[in-house]
């Protein structure tokens, strides 16, 4: 399984506001991926992000969001689809402007919340996403579920796709996640969240990558557990 990628969601605080522990968390992930300033960070907290991301060797991506930091991201919101491109080229200008400063490249986009769930759903939205990303380069890989059609724009742009699992949110039937409104969306109980992963694992789902929520309160404990499931040491 050493070739499965652990990812979190980092830079997540706002100007004195912290949200998470990204540097006791980076030594158990390989990927982080950077909120972009508009559902949570800021230029200063994004600095510094990547700045830490890099002294731990990891692989740096955009979390780009709606512009919600009451809701965190994670309230639905309707724009035209050129406005929605407009926010995701400003977030991703911003992020890699700060990666290549420090000489590196942007790895990845992840969407968040909201967001995502309309790009798993939303074909027209998907291929924005992936058309736009294109244009940033071939190279860089689009991230979400693998019964997305975000996965199926990325293969029309030629980019490449990472499929990933959670650890900390519950599945529906259909494998969708949970909707967080609801009261046992989110999974607290480290057992059962190594349990989930186990199962899609020898389930057959196509996994590249298993996400661990940073502003989930057990997330330094499901990092670590997953981390030993996958590379049996800790790094620490």
């Known amino acids: 399984m050493k070739n499965i990628d652990i990812n979190a969601d980092m830079g997540e605080g706002y100007g004195i506001y912290k949200v998470g522990d990204d540097a006791a968390l980076m030594p158990y992930i390989t990927s982080a991926n950077i909120a972009c300033g508009f559902h949570a960070g800021d230029y200063n907290t994004m600095h510094k992000t990547v700045g830490l991301a890099q002294e731990n060797k990891l692989k740096i ?15 639905a919101m309707h724009y035209d689809l050129e406005v929605l491109r407009a926010q995701l080229l400003y977030q991703l200008g911003a992020l890699d402007a700060m ?37 940033m380069g071939q190279d860089i890989a ?13 293969s029309k742009y030629g980019l490449p796709y990472k499929s990933e699992i959670f650890a900390d949110r ?63 040491n800790d790094p620490a």
């Open 170 to 232: 519950r599945y529906q039937k259909n494998g969708l996640l949970v909707p967080r409104d609801q009261a046992d969306a989110v999974i607290t109980d480290v057992d059962e969240g190594i349990a989930q992963i186990k199962a899609l694992l020898t389930g057959g789902y196509p996994v590249d990558t298993i996400c661990v929520h940073g502003d989930n309160r057990e997330s330094l404990i499901f990092a670590k557990a997953i981390y030993d499931m996958v590379y049996g």
């Open 61 to 75: 991506g955009a979390h780009p969001g709606y512009p919600d930091r009451m809701e965190f991201g994670r309230k």
């Open 99 to 135: 990666i290549r400063y420090r000489g590196g490249q942007l790895h990845h986009v992840k969407p968040h919340g909201a967001f995502y769930h309309l790009a798993t759903s939303d074909k027209a939205v998907a291929e924005m996403i992936a058309e736009t990303v294109a244009a």
């Open 142 to 154: 689009l991230v979400g579920m693998y019964e997305a059609e975000m996965r199926l724009a990325a």
